[in-house]
C-alpha cells in the first residue's frame, strides 16, 4: 500500500477541484464540474458527456446522503477516467437517500471501453472512502485543494 | 451470523462499492461474519467460495440489476435488497436479516 498516495492521484488532480460551486442546481453543478473535466482535457465533448451522466442520474438517485451525491457518467466522450469534486457553500436540491441537500459532489467520469481497470480500481477505493463517515465529515470541512487531495489519498495530515 | 453477499448497482462503478463497504462495516459491529461478491463493471471480484455459502445462515441479494449465479443460494434465506437501502441503512437491515432468519430457523423446528 505504499504506493497508495501515487496511484489515486491518477484520477484527480487540482484542476479537478472547485472549492466554492456556483451552482444552484444539480444540473448547474454537473456542467460546472464537467467543465473543469474539459479544461483538464479528460472528456472530448461537455455536452455529450453531461448527457451521459443524465442518464445515469435516471437510473436512481445518486445522493448517498451526508451531503454528498456522487453522479457518474460512463461515456465516449471520456478520455481518461477521473474524478471531479466540488464543495458548496449553499446546500443544492438533489434526489438523496435521506432526503436532504447536499454540499459535496463528486463527479466520476468514466471511459466507455474499460480497457483500464486500474482506473476502475481507483475509483472503486474512492467510493469505499465515502463509507466512512469521518471522510464525509473531513472532506465537508477542507479548507484547500491540497486537503481534498490528501483525505482522498488517505494522507490524514495534522 | 454467517452471511455472503453479492452487491451490483446499475452502472457498477460505485454504488457497489459503497454497498460492499457499509455491509463489511457494519457486520464487523455487529459481530457478523460477511463475504461479499461484487459484479461491476470491472467484473466479478471476491468471488464467493462454495465453502463460505455452504456455511452461510443467510444470502443478501444487494443488487439493482439481474446478477448471475444466483442458483448457488437455492439451499440457504435469500433475501433481496436494492443497494440504495444498503447504502442507507447497512446496520438496520442487518439487524433485520437476522430477526428473519430467526424466525425462519425457528418456524422449522
Redesign the interface.
Known amino acids: 500500500m505504499a504506493d497508495k498516495e501515487i496511484n489515486i492521484a491518477k484520477v484527480i488532480n487540482l484542476n479537478l477541484i472547485d472549492l466554492h460551486l456556483n451552482g444552484k442546481t444539480k444540473k448547474d453543478v454537473i456542467k460546472e464540474l464537467s467543465t473543469l473535466l474539459k479544461e483538464d482535457d479528460d472528456i472530448t465533448n461537455t455536452q455529450d458527456f453531461i448527457d451521459d451522466v443524465f442518464l445515469r442520474e435516471e437510473e436512481g438517485e445518486t445522493g448517498i446522503g451526508q451531503g454528498v451525491a456522487i453522479p457518474h457518467g460512463k461515456s465516449k466522450a471520456v478520455k481518461n477516467t477521473m474524478i471531479a469534486i466540488g464543495l458548496s457553500d449553499h446546500p443544492i436540491p438533489w434526489e438523496t437517500l435521506d432526503d436532504k441537500p447536499v454540499t459535496a459532489v463528486i463527479l466520476f467520469a468514466v471511459r466507455n471501453q474499460d480497457a483500464d481497470t486500474l482506473h476502475l480500481k481507483l475509483l472503486q477505493r474512492v467510493a469505499i472512502l465515502l463509507s466512512d463517515d469521518d471522510f464525509i465529515d473531513k472532506l465537508h470541512a477542507a479548507k484547500n485543494k491540497k486537503n481534498v487531495i490528501d483525505l482522498l489519498c488517505g494522507n490524514k495530515g495534522r | 451470523m454467517k452471511i455472503v453477499c453479492v452487491c451490483a448497482?446499475?452502472?457498477g462503478?460505485?454504488?457497489?462499492?459503497?454497498a460492499?463497504?457499509?455491509l463489511e462495516?457494519a457486520a464487523k459491529e455487529l459481530g457478523d461474519e460477511i463475504h461479499v461478491e461484487t459484479q461491476?463493471?470491472?467484473g466479478t471480484e471476491n468471488a464467493l467460495t462454495p465453502e463460505q455459502i455452504a456455511e452461510a445462515d443467510v444470502a443478501l441479494l444487494a443488487v439493482?440489476i439481474a446478477t448471475t449465479g444466483n442458483e448457488r443460494f437455492k439451499n440457504i434465506p435469500t433475501v433481496k435488497v436494492?443497494t440504495?437501502l444498503v447504502?442507507?441503512a447497512p446496520k438496520q437491515l442487518l439487524e433485520r436479516i437476522e430477526e428473519e432468519v430467526k424466525e425462519r430457523k425457528s418456524q422449522k423446528e
Request: aromatic share 4%; net charge positive.
Open positions: 448497482c446499475t452502472s462503478i460505485a454504488h457497489t462499492y459503497l460492499k463497504a457499509k462495516k461491476g463493471t470491472i439493482d436494492g440504495s447504502v442507507k
